[in-house]
Structures are given as C-alpha cells and as structure tokens.
C-alpha cells in the first residue's frame, strides 16, 4: 500500500508550490500520483467547473454535495488503484477542505459534513496532512499580488469568509483534534524552507 499525503490550507497559503516541490523530491525515487480537489477526474472536473463558476449562485447544501461528489469519484476512480499499486499520491486539498469551508464556515455542521465525508471516502484516511498556516493578511496579499485586486477570483475566493479567519481557525481547530496524522507547518517562510520542513515530517515518520 502507497501513502495518501495532503496538502490543505486557506486560499494564499501556498499549497500548490509545496505540492510541486514535494512532488519534484519524491519523483527521483518514487512513482507517484498528483491530484487537485476539486478535480481529478473527468467527472470530478465537470464538478468543479460548476463549484468554481463565480457566475452561478450554488445552494450550500448542493455545495456540500457537489464537493462530497467530486472525491467520491476521484478516491474510487484514480486514488485507491494507485495506493493499491503503492504509488504516492499527492494530493492539493481532500477531506479537510469540507470540513472547514462547507461545516465552519458555510455553518452546514460538522455531523452533516462527517457523514457525508464517510460516504466519499469509504474507509480511506489520508496517512498524513500537512496544514500550511499563514496570517490571513499575508494570504490576501499573495492573492491579490497573483490576481489583481479582484479580477479572477473563484466563486469561493469571492466569500467573505475566505479572509476573515475563519478558514484558518477552523483548519487549526481540526489539526488538534487530529494530532496523529495533521501537521501544522508555518507557510510564511521561503518556500524551499518550507519544503525541507515538510520532508524532515516525512523522514521521522519513515515515509521517506
Ligand atoms: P482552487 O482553485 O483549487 O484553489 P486553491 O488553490 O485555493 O486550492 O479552488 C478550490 C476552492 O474550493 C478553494 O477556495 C477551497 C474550496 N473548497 C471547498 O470549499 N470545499 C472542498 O471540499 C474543497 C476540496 C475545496
């Protein structure tokens, strides 16, 4: 069996580049699947065209759903074949994402969200997930220094909560209740720093 590693983090955390760096490292001596939530398959990227579309009002309970869909897809489809095969997968966003954005700050409660959690992934749990925390100030700079003051955000970069803190605590929160397979990183530093403190996590726990 391969090993399911996650990154979340609010929008600006810098997730994406850490998911590139740690891919880079472990291709020289490992194959290894990378996956984005929402995405991944054709019907997970279906999915997401409607989730991301700033120009369509999507219900949160549909939200919730259509989020919940999308991994049912990718974990049955593309995630489970490759742990089965022992790759890597890496994987921009999963199971917490939910949590935080459709249970915390979408108020769609947290029991609503684990049950509908448990039927998109089975009996699957990521093996490690790294939280990549930065201020939120520091998150909107680095959006609006990538976008333009307001140009080409998504749908849920449009919401409020997505710089008031509230994804942040929320994510902070879970990594306490999870102490065993979340790890908080400080995602301020220079990426490379980051990138080494994430695979010195990876070596103490003899992943790599
Ligand atoms: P994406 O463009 O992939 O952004 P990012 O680089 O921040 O990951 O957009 C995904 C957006 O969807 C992001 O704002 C977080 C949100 N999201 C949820 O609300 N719930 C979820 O379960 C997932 C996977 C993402």
């Known amino acids: 069996m391969g090993a399911l590693i996650v990154f979340e983090g609010g929008d600006g955390c810098g997730k994406t580049t850490q998911v590139q760096l740690l891919a880079?490292?472990?291709k020289k001596n490992h194959q290894i699947l990378l996956m984005r939530e929402p995405g991944g398959t054709d019907v997970s990227e279906a999915i997401r065209e409607i989730?991301?579309?700033?120009?369509l009002s999507v219900k949160p309970?549909?939200?919730?759903?259509?989020?919940?869909?999308s991994r049912a897809?990718?974990?049955?489809?593309?995630?489970?074949?490759a742990l089965k095969m022992g790759l890597f997968v890496i994987c921009d966003r999963f199971v917490e994402s939910t949590t935080v954005y459709q249970g915390i700050a979408r108020h769609m409660g947290l029991?609503?969200?684990?049950a509908v959690n448990k039927i998109a992934l089975g009996d699957l749990v990521p093996t490690v997930t790294f939280l990549l925390n930065v201020p939120c100030q520091t998150s909107r700079q680095r959006i609006f220094l990538?976008?333009?003051?307001?140009?080409?955000l998504d749908r849920m970069e449009r919401e409020d909560f997505s710089f008031d803190g509230s994804i942040q605590n929320g994510y902070l929160e879970l990594a306490k209740q999870h102490p065993d397979r979340m790890v908080v990183v400080d995602g301020t530093?220079?990426?490379k720093v980051v990138s080494d403190t994430i695979w010195e996590h990876l070596k103490a726990r003899g992943l790599v």
């Open 51 to 55: 989730l991301l579309n700033p120009k």
């Open 24 to 26: 880079e490292r472990l």
């Open 189 to 191: 530093p220079d990426p």
């Open 73 to 81: 897809q990718l974990v049955r489809e593309r995630i489970i074949p």
């Open 61 to 69: 309970e549909a939200e919730l759903l259509l989020f919940a869909a």
């Open 146 to 152: 990538r976008n333009g003051a307001d140009f080409g």
């Open 111 to 114: 029991q609503a969200v684990e």
